[in-house]
Every structure is written in C-alpha cells, then in structure tokens.
C-alpha cells in the first residue's frame, strides 16, 4: 500500500470514528486534544522549527507540541502532520530516523494530514454546482477548510478538478494574496492572531487550577504554564470565582494536652563543673 493511500484510509477512519462527516475542522488544538486524548501546547521556538511528537515509553503519555506563528494554515497541517505520527505510532523506532528527511513515514503523514483536512466527500459537497474552477474557487476552499492554497491545489487534483498544469500554478499562490483579493483579509488577520499566541495543553492546565483551588499548586505555576504574569492569573481566576481553600487551623486547649515529663539530669550532669575546676579557675583569676 502506498503512502498517500494509507495516509487518506487513517484520515477517512479517524473522521469516521470520531464523527466529524465531511465538514471543516475547527480549532485543532482542541479536537485532538478531547478526541485523541492527548496534551498540545502551541510553543515559543526557533523560526526553522514547526511541530514535535513525544511519547514517554513508560506512562504512554503523548505530547504535541507546535509554534507559534503568523502563518494559520501552515499551523493548521503542522497539527494534522504530528497527529498522523501518533496514529501510526511512528515514534516506534525513532532513534534511527530524521523525521526532517523525505521518507515514506513522512509522505504518509502528510497525506493523512491533507485529507484530514480536506476530504474529499466535503470538497465536493462543498463545490456541488460549481461550473467553472478558478482562483475564486481555490479561494473558497481555502477559506472553507483553513488549509494552504498548496494543499488545496493538491486536493482539487486529486479530486480531478484541475489539472496538474493548473496544480502546479496554484502552487505558489500565498493564502494572504487569496484573502485580500476574495474579501476574507479580515478573519485572515484574526486567525493569525488566535495562532500567534502560546496556548498551555488544557488538561494540564485544568490540573494546575484544580491544585490551585485545593491550595496545593501556586498562581505562579499557572502563569509559567500560560507563559504569562502571576498577577494576571490570579485576576483571571478571581474573575472566574476561583479561589484556593482555606486550610482550617485547629487550635487546642492548653488544659487538653498532654502532660510531658523531662529528665534533665544527663543536662545536669554535663554542666556540672567539679569543685577543682572552680577553685583553679579563682586561683588564676587571683594571679
């Protein structure tokens, strides 16, 4: 079985399994998050750096982890792409492998990323009646399934709408240029400001704010997660109503304690100074 024809079977299951029918993803971040289960941060890193799947091979605990960017779509395939290699449990035998280097691995995960995003039940749903294909329509679907106009071009081949002339025109059309000519630069810019901001996983963060309120973890540590001010987080959560318990103190009565014997004999004993040590230390002292 090749790459891409694995890659669209995983993405055609897990849509299936997880109900999503043919129509556009929303926030990422969270679908993976409550349909996979697992934790996703979006991360301050280096500007060559897109997206990392970890797994801890003792817990089973996986953890994605992708930047911060400008760039909305490309954040967008990066999620699908790191969720691909979760499903295919790539991180097997990743100590011999450069994920960064072209590979099978690699081509399969860019192919469930692309149909995740883009299926083809919901690419001709969405195009039923169109008569005639142009960059109005890569706009649209663009627009419709928040993906690189790369990505849809590719789809729109493969769907046997274009062809690979067409493609490869397509190919260095910019989302940008498709927003500001089609009208929709406003909600470009809106997106690039919802993936240009840190975002801690939230069900670490739910536990971090769950310790809060039992008075076991600091404001601080909630700011460090969120990566912003302590005295921020405690606005936020005194806005919300969330506030640590208050540990009760139990006083008790002094007549109720117990009574307590101290020998201090030994102490006696290891302070007393014998008598010939008093009467040298005045025979000096007379001297």
Request: charge should be negative; include cysteine.
């Amino acid at each position: 079985m090749s790459a891409e024809v694995e890659g669209r079977a995983a993405a055609e299951r897990f849509r299936e399994a997880h109900r999503l029918g043919g129509q556009p993803l929303g926030d990422l971040v969270a679908l993976i998050e409550h349909s996979a289960g697992l934790d996703v941060a979006v991360l301050d890193v280096g500007p060559d750096e897109h997206g990392l799947t970890m797994r801890d091979p003792k817990r089973g605990a996986v953890f994605i982890g992708v930047a911060r960017t400008r760039h909305p779509m490309r954040q967008r395939s990066t999620l699908a792409h790191e969720l691909a290699h979760v499903v295919f449990g790539d991180w097997a035998d990743n100590t011999t492998c450069d994920w960064s280097a072209p590979s099978p691995t690699e081509s399969r995960a860019n192919a469930f990323a692309r149909h995740l995003l883009v299926p083809v039940d919901g690419l001709k749903a969405l195009l039923a009646g169109t008569h005639q294909i142009n960059l109005a329509t890569l706009s649209a679907v663009v627009q419709w399934f928040l993906v690189s106009p790369q990505i849809a071009a590719i789809a729109l081949e493969q769907a046997e709408y274009i062809d690979a002339d067409t493609k490869r025109d397509w190919m260095s059309v910019t989302a940008p240029q498709l927003a500001v000519r089609f009208g929709w630069g406003d909600q470009y810019r809106m997106l690039q400001s919802e993936t240009d901001q840190r975002r801690a996983p939230q069900r670490l963060l739910a536990r971090a704010i769950r310790g809060y309120t039992e008075g076991v973890v600091s404001a601080q540590t909630i700011a460090t997660l969120q990566g912003i001010t302590a005295a921020q987080v405690l606005a936020e959560l005194r806005e919300a109503g969330i506030f640590p318990a208050q540990q009760a103190v139990t006083w008790a009565d002094p007549d109720e304690l117990p009574d307590a014997r101290v020998d201090l004999s030994a102490l006696e004993d290891a302070l007393r100074v014998p008598e010939d040590a008093h009467e040298a230390a005045s025979e000096l002292d007379a001297g």
